[in-house]
């Protein structure tokens, strides 16, 4: 029983570490060697867990695909109940405060991942496609919400808006990243909840 | 003087040769052994023309974007002259044409690398920095001129309107990536100019 916590730890520790140089350096910029070293874990040990590094890849973006969900949850969960515009705003905000926070302005992991390997690797493109079509199918379940309400405009599907809400929000990450600043992204907010979202006059 | 345009020419082919590998493998995932492989230049030569791969990397982000801006001054001057919201319409169009004939759906060289080595270097980041601002100068200005013929919105200030255009053009690049598909940059062009960026009622 102790083994298998003690394997099952191992296991978690290898991941998170690689979530973080992942974020860092990117995934071609990291090497197993660092992952092993970083996670404190004999030489060798990493294929005892991980069949390849895409492999491992693949449940690294599990793993912050979920992180991230529960995040979400938490997020939306504490925004304003009757507000499903309030409660989205509430939710990017909270991740701009994170941003604003770290040292290492990564931005988006999948974004960044899908940036670099999605053309090498298609096992990783295809968890990806599942991680963010959670995520929007939970962003869209808002909008709807949002626009029976008659805050959210419904002149467009809930499924296209929350599409486009993804690619500017991905792009203003990057925009983030080459400015060195959280600007872009208080600003893509603005833009957003102020003008793009609301409800438009007929 | 033809030992001069020689090396010139070997100058070039290993920037576009490494402009290549970068779109298709990233920064980290492209050696300078395979750059030069490619380029056919003999192997310990890259030094004599470059200082070092970061250095390398600049000048490929300056070549890039040269010959963006060059594709831009073209497809914008091959679009109607007297309507600003079309013509840029028409090169993002011409873009999607592009990637649509290409193996390869390697999206925007610039957000690729922002997404990968942002962080790691800051003269790459400095020179992604004056790339993007020299593309937005040029949209912004035709935005202006949109907006000051009524074919383009003018509640929100040309620089904002120019930004988001950014975001959300290259986080759809982003989105085509991971679902393999042009779908996502196509739809993206219909929300920015069929519904964000018509002049909106009072």
Redesign the interface.
């Known amino acids: 029983m102790e083994k298998r916590a003690k394997k099952t730890d191992t296991r978690i520790k290898l991941i998170e570490t690689g979530l973080t140089l992942f974020a860092?350096?990117?995934?071609?910029?990291t090497g197993i060697k660092e992952i092993v070293d970083g996670a404190d874990v004999p030489k060798g040990s990493f294929y005892n867990y991980f069949r390849s590094k895409e492999a491992f890849t693949v449940e690294i973006i599990r793993h912050y695909s979920q992180a991230l969900s529960n995040m979400w949850d938490a997020s939306l969960a504490s925004g304003p109940s009757d507000d499903p515009h309030g409660a989205l705003r509430n939710s990017f905000e909270m991740i701009v405060g994170l941003q604003e926070g770290a040292g290492?302005?990564?931005?988006c992991l999948?974004?960044?991942l899908?940036?670099?390997?999605?053309?090498?690797s298609d096992l990783c493109?295809q968890e990806?496609?599942r991680s963010?079509t959670a995520w929007k199918d939970r962003v869209s379940f808002y909008i709807e919400q949002g626009q029976a309400g008659g805050s959210i405009r419904n002149?467009?599907s809930s499924r296209?808006l929350t599409?486009?809400i993804?690619?500017?929000?991905?792009?203003?990450l990057?925009?983030m990243?080459?400015?060195?600043s959280t600007d872009?992204i208080k600003?893509?907010i603005c833009?957003l909840f102020d003008?793009?979202l609301k409800p438009?006059?007929?």
């Open positions: 860092k350096n990117g995934y071609n910029g290492v302005k990564s931005g999948i974004g960044n899908a940036a670099e390997i999605s053309e090498a493109r990806m496609h963010t002149d467009i296209t599409e486009f993804w690619n500017a929000w991905e792009g203003a990057l925009n990243k080459i400015a060195n872009p600003e893509c833009v003008f793009f438009q006059k007929n």
